[in-house]
């Protein structure tokens, strides 16, 4: 942005411009969607705080891992079963999305 600005001369214009920046100590950051989680591993995370707002910025080791249970799968094992969401979740984990499997291990 200014090659020639030294880092303190920088924070001090950021600072007069109300931009503040934090690095958080993260080891890992998760992000969920519906079908797939992003796994950042080894992250350098810094949360910018600007104009009222706050931003992360995040870099690492990137790695993505397929969602295999749906909710459907984990409704229809707490009806088969009683059991509470978090164990037809494991269940399903441990079962690797196998369904009758899950359901057979909690029955």
Same mark, same amino acid.
């Given at each position: ?17 109300? !931009?503040?920046? #934090? ?8 992000? &969920?969607? $519906?079908? +797939?989680? @992003? %796994? ?17 910025? !995040?870099?690492? #080791? ?8 749906? &909710?459907? $799968?984990? +409704?229809? @094992? %707490? ?29």
């Amino acid at each position: 942005m200014f090659p020639s600005l030294d880092p303190k001369k920088m924070q001090a214009m950021m600072k007069q411009m109300g !931009i503040a920046q #934090e690095e958080i100590n993260a080891n890992r950051v998760v992000i &969920e969607t $519906d079908d +797939k989680n @992003i %796994i950042i591993e080894n992250p350098s995370v810094i949360k910018i705080k600007m104009q009222g707002q706050e931003t992360f910025q !995040i870099s690492g #080791e990137i790695k993505e891992e397929e969602n295999n249970s749906s &909710e459907e $799968d984990i +409704k229809t @094992i %707490i009806e088969k079963t009683g059991c509470s969401e978090t164990e037809a979740k494991k269940a399903l984990e441990k079962t690797e999305g196998d369904l009758a499997e899950a359901i057979l291990s909690l029955s």
